[in-house]
Structure formats: C-alpha cells, structure tokens
C-alpha cells in the first residue's frame, strides 16, 4: 500500500523558516519523481517545486525561487522541502505527489500558515 505521510507544517511569522517532510512507503521510492504542490482557501493545487528520481534535476515555480529548496533522501524514502524567507502569501496546505510510470500519488497535507 503506497503512502505518501508529510509533516513540518506550522504557523511561522514572516521571513522565517519551515522544513517539510514527505516518509514515503509501499514503493521504490528511487524510481519516482517527487514533487510538493500547495492549495490555498479558494485557490487551485499549484505545484511549487519537483526532484527528478535520481535528485539530479530540480525545478522550482518563479514565486519561490531562492526561497524554498527541494531535495531527497533516497535511503530513507524521504523528500524535503526548506522554506526559507516565508511571506504570508506562502500559507496553504502543501502537498507531497509521487509520479512513477505514470501512475500519481499523493500524500494528505500539511497546513503551512505565514503570520504575525
């Protein structure tokens, strides 16, 4: 049974710092690409950032770039996500998606809320 469990979240004042986590389980987790996606109140999941299976290739949407860092941990089935420099407009539920031979997963979310 894949399962895909975050955590890390919180509430964080402005311009600090949060360390996601994604524990993934029930696959090689070195055969997929990961990926954190957020969704905020009234807003579509959008993704933030994405790692190739290798942690090669990363990629990142312009809102965040130098902000938040992604990277892996392919022995202990893990994905990270270091938000750094946080503003309020980061706040939403930030998701972990597994994409294996064409096949997604996701994990259940993490509330990442940004304020005074």
């Known amino acids: 049974q894949v399962q895909l469990v975050e955590s890390g979240g919180g509430l964080v004042q402005p311009g600090g710092s949060l360390r996601l986590s994604c524990i993934a389980s029930?696959?090689?987790?070195?055969?997929?690409?990961m990926s954190w996606y957020c969704q905020a109140p009234g807003k579509e999941r959008a993704l933030v950032a994405a790692i190739s299976s290798t942690g090669r290739s990363t990629s990142y949407v312009d809102s965040v770039k130098g902000r938040f860092t992604i990277s892996r941990d392919n022995a202990k089935n893990t994905v990270y996500l270091q938000m750094n420099s946080l503003k309020p407009e980061d706040t939403a539920v930030y998701y972990c998606k597994a994409l294996r031979y064409g096949i997604v997963h996701w994990g259940q979310g993490t509330q990442v809320t940004v304020s005074l």
């Open positions: 029930g696959f090689t987790f070195s055969t997929a690409d």
